[in-house]
C-alpha cells in the first residue's frame, strides 16, 4: 500500500475534509513529544461514521491508527513511528450538556477538562478532578489515562467520575453506554477496559461524567513535619475533624522542596525550619475562618512535635507563593537534566520506609546521585526523580530503576499510578506487573482487535 | 462422563476434603431460591490449587461449574439445572487484614460483609457500602454482582470499594492483583470485568478495598412531600450546607408506604398528612443536635409548600419505626404474591416523569394493576412492584415490563440498577441492552471462557 493509495482509501471512506492536508499536518503541535506528530497522515473524522470508515481502511491496508487527544499524556502513548494516521478529535461534533438536578454532564470526547469545568461552575458543580494540563487534556485522553490529580483521593480518578461511554472499537462495533445513573449493572462493565486502554481498544467519542458539587473555597496551610508518619497523622486529624473538609494534601521531601524553593520568586520555606517533609494542606472550615479550628485541632500533633512549624497563608498571594513551589517543578527539571523520574503508588503506611529505603540503594549505587520526592499524599502516589551532574549511562538508569521500583508491588504499590504504560512503561510493566492479569490483558486485545491495527505498541 | 467418573476426577484432582459428600450437599442451605442447590455435585476448594484443578476437570469433561457466595443473590446468577458443580467458598483459607493507616483491607472472598464491617469498626472504619443481606452475603459475591445499597450515592457501589483483585481465571490463569492503592495504572483493569461478571469469568478468591472514616451518628427524618422534585430539592438543599452531611435518602411513594404502614406495629405516617411521596433522609450535624439546623435549612422549602410535613425521630425506637417502614419489604409481598419486580436506576431529573408515565401506562393495561415503589432516592435507584389481586397472565406480565422499561435507556437509566442479570433478566438484556456492548461482551467471554463452563446460561 503506497501512500497516495492510501490517500485514495481515506478521500473515499471519509467526509470530504477529514484528511488534513500536509501543510495542516505539519503545523500539528506535538505538545509534550515530538514523536506525538509522527505520523504518515492525520485524520481529523467528523462524525461516527467517519471512525468507523477509517478502522475500515486500517484494516484492509494493515495501517496502523493512533487515537490522540490533547497530545499532553507523559506516558508516550499518542506518539508515532511515522508509518501510522494519527485520528485527531478536533472536528468531531462539540457537545456539554449538563443536567444540574441528576449532576451529570454529557460531553464530547474533544471537550477540554477546562471547558467542562467552567460549565458544571456556571451551574454550582465541578467535575471531580484537576490537572495541571486542563486546558489541553481532553476528556477522551484523561479517560483514555485514567487520569488522577490532587483531589483523587477525595473523588478517586476518572475511572470514578465516569458513567458512561461512547466508543468505536477496532472492528467497527460502536459502543454505545451513555448511561447517566450510577448504579447499572447490565452484564460486563467493558467501558472499564477503555477506560485506562490508552488508545489501544478504540476510539471514546463520548462520556456522561457524574458532577459534584462545587467545592468550597479553601485555607491554606503549609507544614514542616519530620516524616511521612507524621503527616498521615496530622491528614487523618483534619479528616476525623466534621468541622473541617481537607481538600488537598500534597507532600515535598527536603531536597525538593528545598533545591525548588531557591528558584521560587518567593519562598514560603523562609520562615520555617529545615524538615525532612514539607505538606501544604487544604482545608475548608464551614464556621467561618479555618486559621483556628485547624491550630486547635493539631494541637496535640504541635506539643508531641509531630508538627515542627506550619504557616498559615493570610493572603491569596501567599497561597499562590505556597502553591507554587508544589506545582512548578518545570523549573527545577532544568537545572536537573540528567534525571530518571518515576510515578509510582505506596501504601500510605509504607510512605516513609520506601521514600528511606530509595534513598539508601540510590546512595549505594553513586553517592552524587540526589533524588527529589514530592506527591499526593492522600493517596501515596509520590513521583520520584533521582538525578546526576552527569547523564546517566545505562547501568546507572537500570539500577535506579531497580532501587525504586523493586519491592514495590510486595507492598501493595504500583510502579504504575497516574499516566499510564504508554510506551515508557512498557518494559516495568512485563517486569513488575501480574503475569496472570497480562496473559488476560493480550486475550482481550486480541479478542478486541486481532489484526493489531489500533495504537500497536503501547501497553501491550 | 458419568458422575461416578466426574466424583473420580475431582477426588484425584482435589485436596481430601474439597467434594462434599452426598449428605452434606443435601444439608446445603439455598437461601433466596432452591435452584441455588440444584447442582450434580458441590466442592468446597481449600485453595487456590484446588480451584485451578477444578477448572482443568470441567474443561476436560465439559462440566459446568456455578461459584457461589453467600447465595443471597436477587438475579438468580448461582442457580444451576442439576448438571453442574457448585463451587463453594467456605473452606477457602479465611483472611481480614486492616490496614489503619492505608485505611484499606484485604480479604479473602468468603468474608461476610457483616465480618469485615465489623473488623473495620474496631479500627474506625467502614466498608462503605451496605445491603440488607449484610450476615450472609460474601464480599466475593458482592464483587461479582458489584452491589449497590443505600450508601452507593456517596460512596460508589462496590466498583469503587475494589482496589486490587485476585481471582482463577476458567482456563487457570490466576489474576493476582492485589493493589493497596487508590492509583494503580498498569494496562487494562482487567479485574474490572469481574466485578459485576456475576462469576461468568472466573472465580474471585481475594480482593483489597479502600475503607472509609467510620460514619457518625446520625438522625432521622420522615418527610411528607408533593412529588419526587421537591424530594431532590430538599435533598440538594441538605447537601449544600456545609454543617450537615447527608448520610442516607430513602424513598417511598405513597401506595408503597401507606399500605406497608398498615402492617408495622407502629405506623409513623399517623402524625403525616397524605402525601405522593415519603423520603426519610438521614442526616449528621457536627455541632450538635440537627434538629434545628436541618429545620432551619429547609425553611424556605416548607414556606413554599415543597415539604407538607415532617416528623424527627426524638427516640432510637422512632428512628428504628420509621426504618422499619422502609426496610420491611416482605411483609407486603405476603399481601400482593401476584407481583412483577423491577430494579431500575432513573437519572434524578427523570424520577417525577418515569413514575407518573409508568402509572398511566400500567392504569392502561388493567384497572385492578396497584404499582409500589420505592427506593434509594440519591441514585435514583427505583424497585417498582407491579401486582395484581389475581395471578398475572404472561400477556399482562409482557405489557408490564413494557411499561416500566421501555424508554429508559433512552432516557439514559438503566433496566438492571444493583442486582445484576443472573437468569432473571438476560432477555431484558438482548431487548434493553447497547447491541455494541452485548458484542463485545460475547467476544470477551469468547477469549476468556472459550469452553463456556463457567457459570454458563447467566448473563451472556
Not at 489541553?136 to 467520575?161: D, K, P, V
Not at 483534619?238 to 481538600?247: D, G, M, T
Not at 521514600?355 to 492522600?378: C, Q
Request: charged share 20%.
Amino acid at each position: 500500500m503506497t501512500k497516495t493509495n492510501l490517500i485514495a482509501e481515506l478521500t473515499a471512506a471519509l467526509s470530504a475534509d477529514a484528511l488534513l492536508s500536509e501543510e495542516q499536518f505539519a503545523v500539528l503541535d506535538p505538545v509534550v513529544t515530538p514523536e506525538n506528530t509522527h505520523g504518515l497522515l492525520a485524520v481529523a473524522p467528523r462524525n461516527l461514521e467517519d471512525i468507523v470508515g477509517l478502522f475500515q481502511v486500517c484494516r484492509a491496508t494493515g495501517t496502523a491508527l493512533i487515537p490522540q487527544g490533547g497530545r499532553t499524556g507523559l506516558a508516550g502513548a499518542a506518539t508515532g513511528t511515522g508509518a501510522e494516521i494519527l485520528c485527531l478529535g478536533h472536528k468531531m461534533p462539540r457537545r456539554i450538556v449538563i443536567d444540574p438536578v441528576s449532576r451529570t454532564a454529557e460531553v464530547s470526547a474533544n471537550t477540554t477538562l477546562a471547558d467542562l469545568e467552567q460549565a458544571a461552575r456556571a451551574k454550582g458543580l465541578t467535575a471531580g478532578i484537576d490537572i495541571a494540563a486542563r486546558d489541553s487534556a481532553t476528556i477522551g485522553g484523561m479517560i483514555s489515562t485514567n487520569a488522577g490529580g490532587m483531589e483523587a483521593f477525595r473523588n478517586g480518578t476518572m475511572r470514578q467520575r465516569v458513567l458512561g461511554l461512547q466508543a468505536v472499537l477496532p472492528d467497527g462495533t460502536i459502543l454505545n453506554d451513555l448511561a447517566h445513573v450510577r448504579k447499572c449493572n447490565e452484564g460486563y462493565d467493558v467501558k472499564q477496559l477503555l477506560i485506562g486502554g490508552e488508545g489501544t481498544l478504540g476510539i471514546i467519542t463520548a462520556a456522561t461524567l457524574q458532577l459534584l458539587p462545587e467545592p468550597p473555597v479553601a485555607d491554606t496551610f503549609l507544614l514542616a513535619l519530620p516524616d511521612a508518619a507524621a503527616a498521615l497523622v496530622v491528614m487523618q486529624a483534619l479528616q476525623s475533624n466534621p468541622q473541617l473538609q481537607l481538600l488537598r494534601a500534597e507532600a515535598m521531601w527536603r531536597d525538593f522542596a528545598q533545591e525548588n524553593a531557591k528558584h521560587q520568586a518567593q519562598n514560603p520555606l523562609q520562615t520555617l525550619p529545615d524538615a525532612a517533609l514539607y505538606v501544604i494542606y487544604e482545608v475548608h472550615c464551614p464556621n467561618g475562618p479555618s486559621e483556628d479550628m485547624v491550630f486547635a485541632t493539631l494541637e496535640q500533633q504541635f506539643e508531641t512535635g509531630l508538627i515542627l512549624d506550619a504557616i498559615a497563608a493570610q493572603t491569596g498571594q501567599q497561597a499562590n507563593d505556597i502553591w507554587a513551589l508544589r506545582e512548578d517543578t518545570l523549573t527545577l527539571f532544568k537545572f536537573f537534566p540528567h534525571a530518571e523520574w518515576f510515578d509510582i503508588s505506596i501504601p500510605l503506611a509504607h510512605l516513609d520506609s520506601h521514600v528511606k529505603r530509595v534513598e539508601t540503594r540510590v546512595a549505594a549505587l553513586d553517592p552524587a546521585l540526589r533524588i527529589h520526592v514530592l506527591g499526593h499524599l492522600g493517596d501515596g502516589n509520590l513521583h520520584y526523580t533521582v538525578c546526576h551532574p552527569e547523564p546517566l549511562t545505562p547501568a546507572l538508569v537500570k539500577g535506579i530503576k531497580l532501587a525504586v521500583l523493586d519491592g514495590l508491588k510486595e507492598i501493595g504499590g504500583s510502579f504504575s499510578a497516574e499516566h499510564g504504560i504508554g510506551i515508557e512503561k512498557r518494559v516495568a510493566l512485563n517486569q513488575y506487573g501480574d503475569a496472570g492479569k497480562l496473559a488476560i490483558m493480550r486475550a482481550i486485545k486480541q479478542a478486541l482487535d486481532p489484526e493489531n491495527i489500533c495504537n500497536p505498541g503501547k501497553v501491550v
